[in-house]
């Protein structure tokens, strides 16, 4: 079975953002990692190599330090990886980089696509949606189960306080929810190996794709501004006998925070 898994590198969740002079988000400092959704992924991907055979490719998109996250996954037993890295997709939308990923996903064979079901970045949860269109493929969202047998697949997700089970047939693409598994930690005998293990670099130009059909002058939806959320206010000690706490924290409920 070959598995294409993509993946995305993202700030790490205990990453403290700062945004630059010019209003863009530093990254100075901040600690860059695999968006964790998409190590489930990655986890799902090697559990099913490793039951049935084959290969599992992953396909990243991003800057030169997208290699670290790809090289992490390799080293987790991943056999190798594409990184589509192109200047011209600064600025470009989630329109622009799933037709992206879905040439680099085309130009290898697979049976079967994962990806996280949202990355913490952005919370945007567009990329794999936008690439199944594109491809044509059934998709399968926040799956926390996954059963393959022949040519179809068989995910569970769970929501509204029950199980729903859906059954694809293959090619399709799932999306990992926290709880599909527990991701493995890179052996340093597998760290090892992906020092040798294939990640090759493509542009645009190589995926037959231009600057004006996927960049920032394609892009429909386009960033103007970034804003940290305003500081919380401190918290407040009240005092005096319970009654009269009570009373007070129902005063400032319906008086201050308009809660009741």
């Given at each position: 079975?070959?598995?294409v898994?993509?993946?995305?590198?993202?700030?790490?969740?205990?990453?403290?953002?700062?945004?630059?002079?010019?209003?863009?988000?530093?990254?100075?400092?901040?600690?860059?990692?695999?968006?964790?959704?998409?190590?489930?992924?990655?986890?799902e991907?090697?559990?099913?190599?490793?039951k049935?055979?084959?290969?599992?490719?992953?396909?990243?998109?991003?800057g030169?330090?997208?290699?670290?996250?790809i090289r992490q996954?390799?080293?987790m037993?991943?056999?190798r990886?594409?990184?589509v890295?192109?200047?011209?997709?600064?600025?470009?939308?989630?329109a622009?980089v799933?037709?992206a990923?879905a040439?680099?996903?085309?130009?290898?064979?697979?049976?079967?696509i994962?990806?996280?079901?949202?990355?913490?970045?952005?919370?945007?949860?567009q990329?794999?949606?936008?690439l199944?269109e594109i491809?044509?493929?059934?998709?399968?969202?926040?799956?926390?189960?996954?059963?393959?047998?022949?040519?179809?697949?068989?995910?569970?997700?769970e929501?509204e306080?029950?199980?729903?089970?859906?059954?694809?047939?293959l090619?399709?693409?799932?999306?990992?929810?926290?709880?599909?598994?527990?991701?493995?930690y890179?052996?340093m005998?597998?760290?090892m190996?992906?020092?040798?293990k294939?990640?090759?670099?493509?542009?645009?130009?190589?995926?037959g794709?231009?600057?004006?059909a996927?960049?920032?002058?394609?892009a429909?939806?386009?960033?103007?501004?970034?804003?940290?959320?305003?500081?919380?206010?401190?918290g407040?000690?009240?005092?005096?006998?319970?009654?009269?706490q009570?009373?007070?924290?129902?005063?400032?409920?319906?008086?201050?925070?308009k809660?009741?």
């Amino acid at each position: 079975m070959n598995i294409v898994v993509l993946l995305k590198q993202t700030f790490d969740t205990e990453a403290k953002i700062e945004l630059t002079g010019d209003g863009r988000i530093s990254s100075a400092g901040v600690n860059l990692i695999i968006n964790p959704y998409d190590e489930y992924a990655v986890e799902e991907a090697l559990r099913l190599k490793e039951k049935f055979g084959g290969e599992v490719v992953i396909i990243s998109l991003g800057g030169s330090q997208a290699q670290d996250a790809i090289r992490q996954a390799l080293a987790m037993g991943a056999d190798r990886g594409i990184l589509v890295q192109d200047p011209a997709l600064e600025g470009a939308d989630h329109a622009g980089v799933a037709q992206a990923l879905a040439k680099a996903v085309a130009s290898v064979p697979y049976d079967l696509i994962l990806s996280g079901w949202v990355a913490i970045d952005d919370n945007a949860a567009q990329v794999p949606g936008r690439l199944a269109e594109i491809l044509n493929l059934p998709q399968v969202n926040t799956v926390v189960k996954l059963e393959v047998d022949g040519n179809k697949a068989t995910a569970h997700r769970e929501g509204e306080g029950a199980t729903e089970i859906i059954e694809v047939a293959l090619p399709a693409v799932i999306t990992a929810q926290k709880g599909l598994n527990e991701p493995r930690y890179p052996s340093m005998k597998g760290i090892m190996q992906a020092r040798k293990k294939e990640i090759k670099q493509v542009t645009l130009a190589d995926l037959g794709l231009t600057a004006e059909a996927v960049g920032a002058a394609a892009a429909k939806v386009k960033v103007t501004s970034y804003a940290l959320p305003a500081a919380r206010k401190a918290g407040r000690l009240l005092e005096g006998e319970p009654e009269d706490q009570v009373k007070e924290l129902v005063r400032l409920l319906r008086e201050e925070a308009k809660a009741i």
